[in-house]
């Protein structure tokens, strides 16, 4: 959807491992955000990227980091993987004062 | 900051009934209305939007939504449902342009829609 993957689109792993997820964009969009979508909660903002290296805390940025080395690459990393960390991860784009757009998510479960 | 409530978490219906999913809004700024539905197993795709002019506003899928300055609401609407029609429907606020930007986008918690035959 509107040129955004999200990869890998499922992943199982254990609590204390480090995890990286990876969401790429070919619409050279500005903007590009990471959220946590959890039942119950609806979604949630978990870091955002204005641009390239700039870069924003969301609502739940506790335990997460992201990176944006290149306009088409937004890395979210989990450090030290927990059981709460178990959620379903969007990402989403959009030009300057447009609205956002999503990929189709990531399932992460962390044992 | 802006808060979205969503009245209803499931709302079943039967199909070609008529439907209105509610939800209102909380901002001391002037806002954007978004509204996103979401199938099993995907991400969320837009519905349709506010930003400005008419208050009334059409999506796909023939869903539109009326923008209530005075009640704080932007609820969404459908004549006639069907089964295609089940899915989850997010209601989303954000600042307009003169105050901030799309990256302050807060999403209400979802309402169910079930479309039963």
């Known amino acids: 959807d509107a040129g955004i993957t999200q990869s890998p689109r499922h992943k199982v792993t254990e609590t204390g491992t480090p995890v990286t997820l990876r969401c790429h964009q070919t619409?050279?969009?500005?903007?590009m955000y990471w959220y946590r979508q959890d039942p119950g909660h609806g979604l949630r903002l978990i870091h955002y990227s204005y641009g390239v290296k700039d870069t924003d805390k969301g609502e739940v940025s506790d335990g997460y980091s992201v990176s944006r080395s290149k306009t088409e690459d937004f890395l979210l990393t989990l450090e030290s993987a927990t059981s709460s960390q178990t959620s379903v991860y969007f990402c989403?784009?959009?030009?300057?004062?447009?609205?956002?757009?999503f990929g189709d998510g990531t399932r992460l479960s962390i044992l | 900051a802006q808060s979205v409530t969503q009245l209803d978490s499931q709302v079943p219906v039967f199909e070609e009934a008529p439907v209105e999913l509610r939800c209102n809004y909380s901002s001391s700024v002037s806002v954007y209305l978004f509204w996103y539905v979401q199938y099993p197993n995907q991400g969320l795709q837009l519905l349709l939007k506010y930003l400005s002019g008419s208050t009334l506003v059409k999506g796909i899928n023939g869903f539109e939504a009326e923008f209530n300055k005075s009640q704080t609401s932007f609820h969404l609407r459908k004549p006639s449902v069907h089964i295609s029609d089940t899915a989850e429907y997010f209601c989303?606020?954000?600042?307009?342009?003169?105050?901030?930007?799309?990256?302050?986008?807060?999403f209400g918690k979802g309402t169910k829609l079930t479309v039963n035959p």
């Open positions: 619409e050279n969009h500005r903007y």
């Open positions: 989403a784009i959009s030009a300057t004062n447009q609205p956002q757009h």
């Open positions: 989303a606020v954000s600042p307009s342009v003169v105050q901030g930007g799309s990256e302050k986008l807060v």
